[in-house]
């Protein structure tokens, strides 16, 4: 019996799949928990819509994502640290501090796991963020440390 399926299922294989089982596999464990449907011309032109419907709403947010890294690129926040004598700055500028910048200042809200920081920022001056918009697409943003 072909089944579609609609979860992923341990040894047979990932949701959307169609695979040939056994009739009482199909019968006793597919069906009934709901992890499987019978491969009917119905069913299948279901699954195709569902298909064609998650490429394009994935298309759109890698479209959405692209546009708003345009849009960052032009933008930037400024953040202020507080400096001792010589420069030394006490602590560092971290993602939490940009996001909340973000916010306060340009009105975007930029989840703080998104920021890709390899090490927080510990001196004045500019730096380049990059942001994770998507698997995709990554962002910049401008980041002006100052004096406070």
């Known amino acids: 019996m072909k089944v579609i399926l609609l979860e992923d299922v341990k040894s047979l294989?990932?949701?959307?799949q169609i695979v040939n089982v056994s009739d009482g596999y199909a019968r006793n464990?597919?069906?009934?928990k709901k992890l499987g449907v019978e491969a009917t011309s119905k069913n299948m032109n279901d699954l195709k819509?569902?298909?064609?419907?998650?490429d394009k709403v994935a298309q759109e947010n890698l479209d959405a994502a692209k546009a708003f890294?345009?849009?960052l690129k032009?933008?930037?926040v400024t953040v202020s640290i507080k400096v001792g004598e010589g420069g030394r700055t006490f602590g560092s500028v971290s993602t939490k501090e940009i996001s909340?910048?973000?916010?306060s200042q340009l009105g975007y809200d930029i989840d703080k796991k998104?920021?890709?920081l390899p090490s927080p920022i510990k001196e004045l001056g500019t730096t380049m963020v990059p942001i994770k918009?998507?698997?995709?697409?990554?962002?910049?943003?401008?980041?002006?440390?100052k004096e406070a």
């Open 69 to 71: 890294a345009e849009e």
């Open 49 to 54: 819509l569902q298909k064609a419907h998650q």
């Open 74 to 76: 032009d933008k930037q």
């Open 13 to 16: 294989g990932k949701k959307g």
């Open 29 to 32: 464990m597919l069906l009934p």
């Open 100 to 103: 909340e910048a973000v916010k």
């Open 133 to 145: 918009l998507h698997a995709k697409v990554t962002g910049e943003l401008k980041v002006i440390v």
């Open 114 to 116: 998104k920021m890709v």
